[in-house]
């Protein structure tokens, strides 16, 4: 498929991931902001740099970035995942001969499709295990992009 094959996906591809940025990056900076301002009632100060430069989430300790990322990445993979059992469809059969060779795929005839074969529960086969990986993985991602950031900052 040359050049055209490696891009086949890219618009549905991100059709899913640039919703789901969004929503945990919205997600994750409540969250971050809402748990740093609890830590500072509770202590009486954010505990550890007293700069006002200093983001909220870098004075936080790790399990509560992992809770707070968690929760943001898996608050966008429930949102989101409908969008990707269709573009995740949509990419299996793009490469299927038969129907799919003598009409061309789209994400409406996808949708479509799943709609006609189960309805709503269609749209969210693998909704579990798509939110635990992303929880996870997500949650150990920014812990280290957070600490090491701090640990940056601090001219260590």
Do not use: M
């Given at each position: 498929?040359?050049?055209?094959?490696?891009?086949?996906?890219?618009?549905?591809?991100?059709?899913?991931?640039?919703?789901?940025?969004?929503?945990?990056?919205?997600?994750?900076?409540?969250?971050?902001?809402?748990?740093?301002?609890?830590?500072?009632?509770?202590?009486?100060?954010?505990?550890?740099?007293?700069?006002?430069?200093?983001?909220?989430?870098?004075?936080?300790?790790?399990?509560?970035l992992a809770a707070c990322a968690?929760?943001?990445?898996?608050?966008?993979?429930?949102?989101?995942?409908?969008?990707?059992?269709?573009?995740?469809?949509?990419?299996?059969?793009?490469?299927?001969?038969?129907?799919?060779?003598?009409?061309?795929?789209?994400?409406?005839?996808?949708?479509?499709?799943?709609?006609?074969?189960?309805?709503?529960?269609?749209?969210?086969?693998?909704?579990?295990?798509?939110?635990?990986?992303?929880?996870?993985?997500?949650?150990?991602?920014?812990?280290?992009?957070?600490?090491?950031?701090?640990?940056?900052?601090?001219?260590?």
């Amino acid at each position: 498929g040359g050049v055209g094959g490696l891009l086949k996906g890219y618009w549905a591809t991100n059709a899913v991931w640039l919703p789901w940025g969004a929503l945990f990056f919205a997600g994750y900076g409540r969250l971050t902001a809402a748990a740093a301002a609890r830590r500072r009632e509770q202590t009486g100060g954010d505990g550890e740099d007293r700069r006002p430069s200093t983001p909220a989430a870098s004075t936080l300790p790790a399990p509560t970035l992992a809770a707070c990322a968690g929760a943001a990445a898996g608050g966008a993979a429930i949102l989101t995942h409908p969008l990707d059992v269709v573009k995740t469809r949509l990419q299996v059969l793009s490469g299927c001969g038969g129907e799919a060779a003598a009409s061309p795929l789209s994400a409406r005839r996808v949708a479509t499709a799943l709609w006609a074969s189960g309805g709503a529960a269609a749209f969210g086969a693998g909704l579990s295990a798509r939110v635990a990986q992303l929880s996870l993985a997500t949650a150990l991602q920014w812990v280290t992009y957070e600490k090491a950031r701090a640990w940056v900052e601090k001219g260590v």
